[in-house]
């Protein structure tokens, strides 16, 4: 067994009071995020994103969350990716963060359903013109072959097809909205007594929140 070091730096945080936390988590994750935006040096937008195939095998990858709504957060993909496949047998996901600066992680699980044509279309046309073509370019988690000039002659040829800057949205490419009945936030703090909070959705619509021990 060979046994892994991290930095032993301590998680010495600031405190996390059960008063300071919003009664509504998306509220929490949003301010949160807003201060990661200012401190951290990586993407804060950046998340572990966990699905599930109808037979229980797991599999995880980083995503980048691109929107937050009063329902959920939200990122997008190939609808015919690994992720969209797990997806669409087992519509349920988790995923973390985590902000090294401020030592904070948050993790949350829920339901998973796919945005709006309209929801997705939006976000589309907000991507550069490269990267628009590169999701009609692309089949996402199917083998091709090992040469990667087979990606570059597939992205000339959408450059061909769409010879303007119109590259429409690809039928099989769009949104998720993740919609959470469980959201934790974790603050590290010294001494590995870290401090967290744990959301859970009541039937009545509002959210439990309790301490649970590091």
Known sequence: MIYLEGSGKDFAGAPLLREQLDADPLRQFLSWYQ?????????????????????????SRMV???????????????YGSRKGRDLAENPQGAFSCFWPASMRQVCARG????????????YFESRPVLSRLSAWASPQSKPIPPERAFLENRLRQMQERFAS?????????????????????????????????HYVRVPTGGWKVERLAP
């Open 35 to 59: 201060e990661a935006q200012r401190i951290e040096t990586g993407d804060p937008t950046a998340v572990a994103l966990a699905t599930s195939s109808r037979e229980g095998r797991v599999r």
């Open 165 to 197: 800057s119109n590259v429409p949205l690809p039928p099989d490419w769009g949104g998720y909205r993740l919609i959470p009945d469980e959201v934790e936030f974790w603050q590290g703090r010294s001494n590995r007594l870290h401090d967290r909070f």
């Open 64 to 78: 980048l969350l691109k929107a937050i709504d009063k329902r959920g957060f939200l990122f997008f993909s190939n």
């Open 111 to 122: 339901a998973v359903e796919k945005t709006t044509v309209a929801e997705s279309t939006a």
